[in-house]
Structures are given as C-alpha cells and as structure tokens.
C-alpha cells in the first residue's frame, strides 16, 4: 500500500486528533490520484491508522491567497507558519500540490473490506 510521511509533528499531531488535515506537497511530474488509501507515516515510521487522500489542486505559494482558506486545517497557527514548514521541509519549489487527508476509522476499514469481497 502507498504511504504517506508526516515529518511535520504539527500537521500529524493535528491528523491524529482530528482526524482532518491539509497539507502541502511538492508536485511531482505527473498528476496525482484524486483519491488514494494510503498508510501513515510519521518520521519514517508505520502508524496506527491509514488515511484518504484527496488531491484538492495545484497551488503556487508564492501567492497565499490560494491556500489561505485551509490554513485553519493545516496544524499549523498560521498560514505563514504552514508555507515555512513547507518550504523547510520540501525545499523552494514552484508549484505544490494541495491534498486533504482523512483517518480511516475501523468502521471505514470493515467497510472497505467487504466492498471488496462481494461479489
């Protein structure tokens, strides 16, 4: 299974207590998923729970106004502090990938599973 790493305490102490965060990725050369089941990691190690990750849009930092309205969800107090954490984890880069992360809970897991053993 894909994962995702979550080397941000704040943005991953955020998912873990509720159980919702953006977050901000370098874009890479082609087009995400716009729906994918990944494991989460924190400082490169497996966690207890898996999440969803939405692909939201490609943003440009540079001019805050296009992620402004998720800062309240990214863990971070505020958006400067968010594009610093970003930028100090990932590197300076053009373009960035937006994405929602949700936790799956157990119910989702069982769900899952058995959407994928009927028949």
Not at 61 to 83: T, V
Request: hydrophobic residues 40%; aromatic residues 12%; positive net charge.
């Amino acid at each position: 299974m894909p994962w995702m790493y979550f080397n941000s305490d704040k943005a991953f102490n955020f998912l873990k207590q509720y159980g919702i965060v953006y977050t901000l990725r370098p874009a890479g050369r082609r087009m995400p998923a716009k729906k994918m089941v990944v494991d989460i990691r924190h400082h490169s190690k497996k966690t207890e729970f898996k999440a969803t990750r939405f692909y939201v849009r490609d943003v440009l930092i540079e001019i805050p106004s296009m992620i402004a309205n998720y800062a309240c969800m990214s863990g971070f107090g505020s958006l400067n502090e968010w594009i610093e954490e970003a930028k100090r984890m990932s590197g300076a880069h053009k373009v960035w990938r937006l994405f929602m992360v949700k936790k799956i809970n157990q119910e989702q897991k069982e769900e899952n599973k058995n959407e994928l053993h009927t028949d």
